[in-house]
C-alpha cells in the first residue's frame, strides 16, 4: 500500500475510487484525490516485498499501470491506444532510479489514463459504430468503405451509414 497505516480493505476502496476517475475520464478529479490521499513521503511506507526499495516502487507502478490501464478499457478506449499508452509507462517504469522519479511517474500515470479516456473514450456510441472507429483505429491502410463495414457488420450500408453521421 502506498497509503500509510490503513487497513487492506481502505486501500482497496481508495484505489477503487481512484480508478473511477479514470474510468470516467476526469483528470482533474484523479490528480485531486492524489493529493488528498497521499502524504508526503508515503512512498517510504510502499509494502517492502524485496529488500530494494527501488525495485518495490517499481513493481508498484507495475500494478498501477496494469489497473489504469484496465480502468481505461473499462472506460471505452479502444485497445490499441491502451497498449501504446501502457507500454511507454513500461519503458519508464523500468528506468526508475529515485522515489522522487516514482512519486512522479504514478501521478503522470494517472492523469495520462484519465486524459486517454476523456479523450478516446467510445462508450457513448453504439455497437456498430464502436466496432467501426475499432476497426479504423486499428488499421489506417484496410479498405475503410462503407461496404466494407456494412458487410463485416452485416447491416445495410444506407442505415450504417445514417447511424455513422448522427453519432459522430
Given at each position: 500500500s502506498i497509503i500509510p497505516n490503513l487497513s487492506i480493505d481502505e486501500v482497496y476502496r481508495i484505489?477503487?475510487?481512484?480508478?473511477?476517475c479514470i474510468r470516467t475520464g476526469n483528470p482533474q478529479k484523479a490528480e485531486q484525490f492524489i493529493?488528498?490521499?497521499?502524504?508526503?513521503?508515503?512512498?517510504?511506507?510502499?509494502?517492502?516485498?524485496?529488500?530494494?526499495?527501488i525495485r518495490n516502487l517499481k513493481n508498484h507502478c507495475i500494478i498501477l499501470n496494469t489497473l489504469c490501464r484496465k480502468s481505461a478499457e473499462?472506460?471505452?478506449?479502444?485497445?490499441?491506444?491502451?497498449?501504446?499508452?501502457?507500454?511507454?509507462?513500461?519503458?519508464?517504469?523500468?528506468?526508475?532510479t529515485s522515489?522522487?522519479?516514482?512519486?512522479?511517474?504514478?501521478?503522470?500515470?494517472?492523469?495520462?489514463?484519465?486524459?486517454l479516456v476523456k479523450n478516446r473514450?467510445?462508450?457513448?456510441?453504439?455497437?456498430p459504430v464502436q466496432r467501426i472507429?475499432?476497426?479504423i483505429d486499428t488499421d489506417l491502410t484496410a479498405n475503410l468503405s462503407l461496404n466494407r463495414f456494412a458487410t463485416e457488420l452485416n447491416q445495410n450500408a444506407c442505415y450504417l451509414s445514417s447511424l455513422f453521421k448522427k453519432e459522430t
Open positions: 484505489e477503487n475510487q481512484l480508478l473511477d493529493q488528498e490521499n497521499e502524504t508526503g513521503n508515503s512512498f517510504a511506507n510502499i509494502e517492502q516485498r524485496t529488500p530494494d526499495p473499462r472506460g471505452g478506449v479502444p485497445p490499441v491506444y491502451i497498449h501504446q499508452v501502457s507500454s511507454d509507462f513500461a519503458l519508464q517504469i523500468e528506468r526508475i522515489m522522487g522519479e516514482g512519486v512522479e511517474l504514478t501521478r503522470h500515470m494517472v492523469r495520462k489514463y484519465s486524459l473514450s467510445i462508450n457513448e456510441y453504439s455497437l472507429i475499432t476497426l
